[in-house]
């Protein structure tokens, strides 16, 4: 049943799933109301047990590296929208201009 889980474990995270074991978390018999289903109890700590694991991937993803590639990809993103959007405006202004210069069709 271990080796199982280790393997089955294994292929997802390096799928990019996080996974967490459930099995030495400290569940006794009356924290289950049958083969499956959690009591109350269980529940909680189940979601103890979550929270925990949770906290633990925001700790690991927070690191200054990571903010930094963030913040440069903000800047990036808005950095070369203000290319497009100057690129098309100066488009816009073309075709609005006449082909010909105004004075011709003047005369």
Known sequence: MEISF???SYLLEKAGFHVLSTFDG???PADFGDTVHLTPAGGQL???LV???V??????????RRAMKACLR??????IGILFGVFFHYVLYRI??????FIYFAF
Do not use: K, Q, Y
């Open 51 to 53: 929270a925990d694991s």
């Open 74 to 79: 903000v800047i990036g993103s808005f950095a």
């Open 46 to 48: 189940l979601a103890h």
């Open 96 to 101: 609005s201009l006449p082909g010909e210069p």
């Open 26 to 28: 400290g569940f006794a």
């Open 6 to 8: 280790s393997n089955g």
């Open 55 to 64: 906290r633990a991937m925001d700790a690991a993803v927070n690191t200054p």
